[in-house]
């Protein structure tokens, strides 16, 4: 574990699906003092296994789905602060301590990692051009001036239970990103080096995965703003 201790404790989600190759890096990249919480979404390779051998705490979700996945994970999370972040070596969850620290002094309410490859293949054009047309139609439908809607994130746990998500498919990022806008919340982005993955994505591995998941999103996109929500600032991202 990497000595970043910070007080008080998170909890990082780590959906999880045949990722024992990539386990070990990640795992050895949870900053010291926080929870490891590895989602095993159905996984056939010993995922779960080597999370438990490496000390993480091994959450079943029999459900598939990337959403499915991450929700588990939160309702199983008990910090105040959780964070979300890849299990396949593609993001350093010790990233996430700055995350932390930003959102803990008041400095935003969501905080997502804009994702800049390092190394070839890292970020195949298909997944990008996906990424590209979502982040346009989110600035359409919230005002938000996102460049990506990365995995790696951070909130306060109370916090994202209250946005009651529903999507258990690939959109539950961005409806995560969706309600939050519409609650008002301050959500901003953060530059992070985006790593070649060790295997295969399992959502944007292909043109068909990737457009499959942009229509996904489209449907969370569709969705009116909930009663009672917080009317967004138009200044966007800071």
């Known amino acids: 574990m990497t ?41 056939t390779d010993g995922s ?54 930003a959102v803990a002094a008041g400095e935003a309410d969501l905080l997502l990692g804009r994702r800049r490859p390092r190394g070839r293949g890292a970020w195949p054009a298909h997944a990008r051009a996906g990424n590209l047309a979502l982040s346009r139609m989110l600035k359409r439908r919230t005002g938000l001036r996102l460049h990506d809607l990365g995995p790696l994130r951070a909130a306060r746990r109370e916090a994202l239970l209250a946005l009651d998500l529903t999507d258990r498919r690939s959109g539950y990022p961005l409806q995560m990103v969706v309600r939050a806008a519409d609650a008002g919340w301050r959500v901003r982005e953060e530059d992070v080096p985006y790593l070649p993955r060790t295997g295969r994505s399992k959502v944007t591995g292909t043109w068909r995965g990737t457009w499959q ?26």
């Open 48 to 101: 779960a296994e080597v999370a438990r051998s490496l000390g993480a705490t091994v959450v079943p979700e029999a459900r598939r789905g990337f959403g499915a996945a991450c929700h588990a994970g939160l309702l199983a999370a008990e910090a105040e602060f959780v964070c979300f972040c890849d299990c396949d070596a593609s993001l350093d969850p010790g990233l996430l301590t700055g995350f932390v620290r």
């Open 3 to 43: 000595d970043h201790p910070l007080n008080p404790p998170v909890d990082v989600v780590l959906p999880c699906l045949n990722e024992a190759g990539a386990l070990p890096w990640v795992l050895a990249r949870i900053p010291a003092g926080w929870r490891a919480l590895v989602v095993d979404n159905g996984s």
């Open 213 to 238: 998941a942009v229509r996904d999103m489209r449907a969370v996109l569709a969705e009116p703003p909930r009663p009672g929500a917080v009317a967004r600032s138009s200044e966007g991202v800071r």
